[in-house]
């Protein structure tokens, strides 16, 4: 199945700063790459997703950038603020992988004000 | 609203005692999952369902069981549950699971804590 890591696991960044999530995967035939929010207390939540015919995608303050040749595709959280605070998940996978999913381990944002 | 619910949010059992937590979406969605998330180990699938009445193992499914006979509901059932199912747990749903659409994005319900002493 997929091998999925996450890096880091940690990040701690002062409100105003970028942060980024780097998500790096072993098929290389995946070619749908979303990341998920969860906030305290509740399940993830879908916040940006990329599909292998494109390089780059913007949503305001967040991106997601991929690189299919290396296998690893990143989150970028520009002008942070304390309510980016949560946990990531990334989550490769390919449309022939039928229902299995695999998720990266997850990463603690913290934004401090 | 669309939404997916689970019951119960918390749950305290013992060792050995059956146990099913419900996982119900009002959006139509053909695929629905099971995960269990544990600290440092991310989200791990225990069971997925394609469609009603096909469903299939993810990666941990040992001492679990699951049944989709009719397609809004796809509960989770432990047997015999033991401490080492003490998880928080995350039942999900999308339209389908296929990429080369639009519609793939997996909705979460609130979560299930589950103690088992």
């Known amino acids: 199945g997929e091998n999925v890591e996450q890096h880091p696991s940690t990040l701690s960044v002062q409100e105003g700063d970028s942060a980024v999530i780097k998500c790096t995967y072993s098929d290389s035939a995946s070619n749908y790459f979303p990341w998920y929010k969860q906030e305290l207390g509740k399940g993830p939540q879908l916040i940006i997703d990329?599909?292998?015919?494109?390089g780059e995608k913007k949503d305001q303050r967040i991106a997601v950038t991929l690189n299919k040749t290396a296998k690893h595709f990143s989150l970028h959280i520009t002008e942070t603020q304390p309510e980016d605070s949560a946990v990531y998940f990334c989550?490769?996978?390919?449309?022939?992988?039928?229902?299995?999913?695999?998720f990266g381990r997850g990463t603690q944002l913290t934004v401090w004000p | 609203e669309a939404q997916v619910t689970q019951n119960p949010r918390y749950l305290i059992t013992v060792t050995g005692k059956k146990l099913t937590v419900t996982c119900s979406q009002n959006m139509n969605h053909e695929y629905m999952s099971w995960y269990r998330q544990d600290p440092g180990l991310g989200l791990r699938q225990i069971y997925y369902s394609m469609n009603v009445e096909v469903t299939d193992k993810g990666d941990v499914p040992e001492g679990y069981k699951v049944s989709r006979k009719e397609k809004r509901n796809f509960p989770l059932i432990l047997e015999s549950p033991s401490p080492n199912q003490t998880s928080l747990y995350f039942c999900?749903?999308?339209?389908?699971?296929?990429?080369?659409?639009?519609?793939?994005?997996?909705?979460f319900g609130p979560g299930t804590r589950l103690t088992v002493l």
């Open positions: 990329i599909r292998s015919n494109v």
């Open positions: 999900a749903s999308s339209l389908w699971a296929g990429t080369s659409g639009s519609n793939n994005e997996q909705f």
């Open positions: 989550a490769p996978r390919r449309g022939s992988t039928l229902g299995r999913l695999y």
